[in-house]
């Protein structure tokens, strides 16, 4: 998506195999794979070889200095080791000259179709004195379904004339 819609600069598929020095570099975002916090992944935490990938996002971070960053994982971080351990991310961060802040969000509350909390943690550089805010979670308002987004909002613009896979030529 973003290669295509946004002619980034950078764009590796192995956070591993990077180079770490980006010039100017504005924002990070990664969404390591979230099975070893998760259920699905019987929460076995930095015993799962997928959590390395985690570690080297954070590596590239601290050695990359980008501006900003944004993490995305499994809600079931924030309680993993007892919240020990997004806490002690927390410090690494500050310890690297960044202020991350961290927040359980759903999807549905924000205005996605779709009821999945995700753990986000945000980071500035501590020498661009910025204070992140996290949005307020929409309260109040019916969630947004599927059909909502998916519903023709013009003749031209109907839904049920998209090809399936039992007529691709419609």
Request: with cysteine.
């Amino acid at each position: 998506f973003i290669k295509r819609n946004h002619r980034a600069k950078h764009h590796f598929h192995d956070v591993r195999k990077r180079p770490t020095h980006f010039p100017g570099l504005f924002i990070y975002v990664a969404g390591p794979p979230c099975q070893p916090w998760s259920a699905a992944g019987r929460r076995a935490g930095d015993a799962d070889p997928r959590a390395g990938l985690f570690g080297a996002a954070v590596t590239l971070i601290i050695e990359a200095r980008p501006m900003t960053f944004i993490l995305e994982n499994s809600h079931l971080l924030a309680s993993y080791q007892q919240g020990e351990w997004i806490e002690q991310l927390v410090n690494t961060f500050a310890e690297n000259g960044y202020v991350m802040k961290w927040r359980i969000l759903n999807s549905s509350g924000n205005g996605v179709p779709q009821n999945r909390a995700r753990t986000y943690m945000v980071g500035v550089r501590a020498d661009l004195a910025v204070d992140f805010i996290f949005p307020h979670e929409l309260t109040g308002e019916r969630a947004l379904t599927i059909t909502d987004i998916l519903a023709p909002r013009t003749p031209h613009d109907n839904a049920a004339q998209l090809p399936t896979s039992a007529n691709p030529a419609r």
